[in-house]
């Protein structure tokens, strides 16, 4: 990434990437990828990489290496530590940061066996390449997540009880302790005709052992009332914790997604 000047005034900024073929010498030939003048905003970004241990990290051609990696501490993900403190696993792995990104990032990560890997957490900055669940667990689970978050939306509409949206939480959980706390203000608060979900789907899923996974919800929901303000879409996007107890999974943990 380059700053361009006219005198000692900056009047833009560019980032370049590899074309993908290298000249006679053997050096990378280059070509634009992003420009932002100063007269724009420009949207700069951090970003965080965390791969299993012995990972290799391409990032525009180049390979990360040590002066780019960070402390784990740094990392912030609450779902994560929740999962620890049930007694969850999580590769330790690296964890590698870049400062001042403009646009999207592309990465290359492969593994200690050469494999090809594909994130499975892409959010918020955060790039995680060491957990993804495969797609027959994530089928297996989508309907038990459909289930718990559809109680939970009829509920806080005054659609279902308290102890049909319980029937999906762990007892004596955060979880639990969210929706039980709000019951009080559903009893006065506004109650559509109808509410209907429009769409809904899992993602980014990863496992913390074999009784403890969190993924991703995005669902869009359309409640009606004649005449009411309130009537119209309203989109949910969490970030949840299920733990599998005597054989079935409940919801331990949520937070928003931004």
């Not at 990032?59 to 040590?66: F, H, S």
């Not at 999580?90 to 403009?102: M, T, V």
């Not at 993804?132 to 667990?137: K, V």
């Not at 949840?240 to 943990?253: E, K, P, S, V």
């Amino acid at each position: 990434m380059y700053d361009i000047y006219s005198g000692n005034t900056r009047v833009a900024v560019i980032s370049l990437k590899p074309e993908g073929k290298n000249d006679e010498f053997g050096f990378h030939k280059w070509q634009l990828k992003q420009m932002a003048f100063d007269t724009d905003i420009i949207d700069y970004c951090d970003v965080t990489v965390k791969v299993p241990g012995g990972a290799i990290v391409i990032y525009e051609g180049i390979a990360l290496g040590a002066e780019n990696l960070c402390p784990k501490e740094d990392i912030k993900d609450p779902v994560l530590d929740k999962a620890l403190l049930l007694g969850g696993t999580a590769d330790s792995g690296d964890i590698y940061k870049l400062e001042g990104i403009i646009g999207e990032p592309e990465f290359t990560v492969t593994d200690a066996g050469g494999n090809v890997l594909e994130p499975s957490v892409s959010e918020g900055g955060l790039y995680d390449y060491t957990a993804r669940l495969n797609e027959a667990f994530r089928m297996e689970i989508e309907q038990r997540v459909f289930d718990t978050v559809d109680a939970y939306i009829y509920n806080i509409y005054n659609k279902k009880s308290f102890a049909e949206a319980a029937a999906y939480l762990e007892p004596g959980s955060d979880a639990y302790a969210v929706v039980a706390d709000v019951q009080a203000s559903i009893i006065w608060g506004w109650t559509p005709d109808t509410v209907d979900i429009l769409e809904q789907r899992v993602s980014d899923c990863v496992r913390y052992g074999d009784d403890l996974f969190a993924c991703s919800y995005y669902g869009k929901i359309y409640k009606y009332e004649e005449g009411a303000m309130e009537s119209g879409e309203e989109t949910f996007n969490y970030r949840m914790l299920f733990h599998r107890i005597d054989g079935q999974w409940y919801l331990n943990y949520f937070v928003l997604r931004q």
